[in-house]
DNA sequence: TTTCACAATATTGTCGACAATATTAGCATT
DNA sequence: AATGCTAATATTGTCGACAATATTGTGAAA
C-alpha cells in the first residue's frame, strides 16, 4: 500500500498528478502559458481545481506564476539545467554521507543486489543503463539518508524537473552511459561506513553527469539570462 | 522597488505573509489545527484565499495537509530542527562555493564592509551578535551563489522554518553568541576564490551552531520518531 | 506613421453555496 | 461496561458566478 502522502485522493490531486505528466513529457510545451479556463475545459474539472493544481506546480517550480497575469511553464535553458545540478550534487552528496551513517545492514544489502542486477545488465552486452535503474539506485540513498527534509526536496521537486528536461532533450531513454563503477564505489564506501568518501564519490558522480550534460548542449540550447 | 516576486498584490498574497508571520511567530502554535473557515473568519477573507494561503504554507514545509481532513502546523522537534540544519549546511555550503566564483569584486567590498560594521560592534563591548545582522550576512552569500534554484530553496522555505524553531524556542533575540571569526574567514575565503575553502568554513559554520542547539536542546524537547 | 488615451475584451482573483468526506454522538448488542 | 453500527454534525473539496486586473484593439492627435 502506498504511503498516505502519496496516494492521489482528492480531483485536484489526480488534476495536479495529470499536468506534471504532461508537462514533464512535453505534451505541455515548456515555457507555455497555462490558461485556467483551457485546462478546465481539457481535463475536464472546474477552475478551482485547476488552480490548485497549479499552485503545486509552481512549488516544484515546474511553472512560474505572476499575479493577475498567470502561470507559465518555466523555461528550459542550459543555465537552468546547471544550476539544478549544482544543487542537486549539493543534496544527494549529503544524501549519501548521511545514508552512510543511517542506512541499515539490510538496506544496504538490498543496495548491494540491486548493483548485482546492474552488472548482469552490463555484462550480458548491454552497453546501456536503464534510466530506471539509475533512478532505483539513486532514489534508495536519498531514502537512506533518513532526513525527510532532504527526501522531499529531492523528490518532490528536483527529480521531476530533472526528468523534464531529460525527457524533453532527448537525454533520455536507454542509451545513458553507465556510471556503473561509480555506482559500486559509492555502496561500497555506504557499506565501510565511510561518510565523508560516499559524500565525495556521490557529488562527484553528479557532477560528471552534469559536465556530459553541458558538452552535449553547449551550442544547441540558449543559455540567455532570466529576462526581467 | 521590490522585486515583483516579493510583492504582496493580492489577498492571497497578504494573508498568506500574516499567517506566516503568525505560525513563525508562534501566534498559532505548533502542531495546531488550521480551521479555514475559523481563519476565513479571522483574517476576514474568503475561505478561498484562506485555502491558497494553505497551499502556500504547505510549500515553505510550515504547514501539513492531509485529504479531506485538513492542515496543521508542523510540529517542532529536536530531531526536525537537526534535519533542517543538515539540509541547510549542504546548501549554503554549496552557496558559499559558488560565491567565491560568481561574487562581483563590488559585491565582495560590500561583503567586507559589513563585516567592519559587525568588528565594531562586538569592539564597543557589546558581546552578542545581533541576529539581524547575522541574517544579512548569510543572505548576501546565498544572493552571490547566482544559482536561483538555491536561493529560492533557501530563502522561501528554509530560512523561515529554521526562523520558527528559533523564536518559539527562546533561541532568538540579542543574545546569540557571536561567531565574527568564523564569518571573517569565510569573507577572506571568499575573496581569495578559493571556492573550496569557502564551502569547507561555512558548512562547519552551520554545523557548530547546529551543535550549539543540540546541546542546548536536548532533553528540553522530545525528539520522537514521526508517527505512521 | 507613430504615439497616446480610452474602450472593449479576456483572464485571473474572490466569493458564497453545494457536494463529498471525515468526525462525533447516540443507540443497540454482547 | 465495552464494542460496533448508524445517524447527525462538522469540515474539507468542488463548483459556477461575479469582481478586479491585465491585455488587446480602436481611434484621435501630433
Known sequence: MLPDSERAVTSADKTF????KDIVEG?????????EAELAAN?????????EAINRLESCHLVERKANVGARVVNITTDGLMEIYQVRAALEGMAARLAATNMTGDE????????????????????????AGDLDFHYRIILGSKNNQLI???????????????????MSGPRVTMAFDEHKQIVQAIENRDAE????????????????????????????????
Open 27 to 35: 505534451v505541455i510545451a515548456s515555457g507555455s502559458k497555462l490558461s
Open 17 to 20: 498528478l495529470l499536468l506534471r
Open 197 to 228: 568518501l560516499a559524500e565525495i564519490l556521490m557529488r562527484r558522480h553528479i557532477m560528471y553527469s552534469r559536465d556530459n550534460l553541458h558538452k552535449k548542449l553547449s551550442g544547441s540550447l540558449n543559455s540567455e539570462a532570466k529576462a526581467g
Open 152 to 170: 522531499s526536496m529531492l523528490m518532490e521537486s528536483i527529480y521531476h524537473l530533472i526528468r523534464m528536461y531529460r525527457v524533453q532533450l532527448g
Open 43 to 51: 481535463y475536464l474539472v472546474s477552475r478551482a481545481v485547476i488552480r
Open 108 to 131: 544496504i544489502a538490498d543496495l548491494k543486489k540491486l548493483l548485482g542486477t546492474h552488472f548482469q545488465i552490463v555484462k550480458n552486452g548491454e552497453n546501456y543503463y536503464q534510466e
